[in-house]
């Protein structure tokens, strides 16, 4: 089983739709969640965090996270062309260590 | 807030010869910088974490001998990519980690490497 899971798509939405990104994790002991974008051929930038179950929301984003079911989720409302990009989802491991767990990511198109 | 910057952008060089890429975290200090390494359509590879002050902690299968990484200050890191090959290039990232932060990182804008 992997480490992180996602659905590497292409997902494809039009524009002003929800867009739904997926993750699961395998270490039950993370506890510290994050939403990546990375644009093609630039490097990855945080867009979200989330630590507690539930939803939190920014803006068009919200990321959902549910420990139990080892899940974490990114909503993105009213979905622009220049959503079009790769979300990777990264949890930080359990340990004394700061690394994050990297997923392949899902790429993201959104039609004009 | 929370910038880092690399540098070069792009370096193009010859098989044999060493690269230096620097990495600063421009508005807060970083106690840990991890360097990682990106092929085309492939997930991030992290190389190493380096912490100020200590030597790196390299991933399994990363010669440390061949990437040198040093964290000087609490903003800035280097990798040099010694004695490069053609295999070696890829699109490297540093990302840093703040003193006073939880465990998000930020990363630079990367660097492409391209050894001829």
């Known amino acids: 089983q992997k480490e992180v899971e996602q659905n590497s798509g292409p997902l494809s939405v039009p524009e002003g739709a929800i867009a739904s990104l997926n993750c699961t994790y395998s270490?039950?002991?993370?506890?510290?969640f994050f939403w990546y974008r990375q644009y093609s051929g630039k490097s990855p930038e945080l867009i979200m965090s989330?630590?507690s179950n539930g939803d939190k929301e920014d803006g068009r984003f919200t990321a959902q996270l549910n420990k139990a079911s080892q899940y974490v989720s990114l909503l993105i409302r009213d979905s622009q062309p220049s959503d079009s990009a790769t979300y990777l989802c990264?949890?930080?491991?359990?340990?004394?260590?700061?690394?994050?767990?990297w997923g392949l990511g899902t790429s993201l198109a959104v039609n004009p | 807030g929370a910038v880092v910057s690399q540098h070069p952008s792009r370096v193009i060089c010859k098989s044999g010869t060493s690269v230096k890429i620097e990495c600063r975290s421009l508005?807060?200090?970083?106690?840990?910088m991890f360097w990682y390494r990106q092929f085309p359509k492939k997930s991030l590879m992290l190389m190493a974490t380096?912490?100020?002050?200590?030597?790196?902690?390299?991933e399994q299968g990363v010669e440390k001998d061949k990437f040198l990484i040093n964290h000087a200050s609490l903003t800035l890191s280097t990798l040099t990519v010694t004695s490069a090959h053609p295999e070696d290039s890829s699109f490297y990232i540093c990302?840093?980690?703040?003193?006073?932060?939880?465990?998000?990182?930020?990363f630079g804008p990367g660097t492409r490497l391209t050894v001829t």
């Open positions: 990302s840093a980690a703040s003193l006073a932060g939880g465990y998000e990182q930020y």
């Open positions: 508005d807060f200090q970083a106690t840990t």
């Open positions: 380096s912490n100020e002050g200590s030597k790196a902690t390299y």
């Open positions: 270490d039950r002991g993370s506890q510290s």
């Open positions: 989330i630590y």
């Open positions: 990264a949890p930080k491991g359990a340990g004394n260590n700061r690394k994050l767990i």
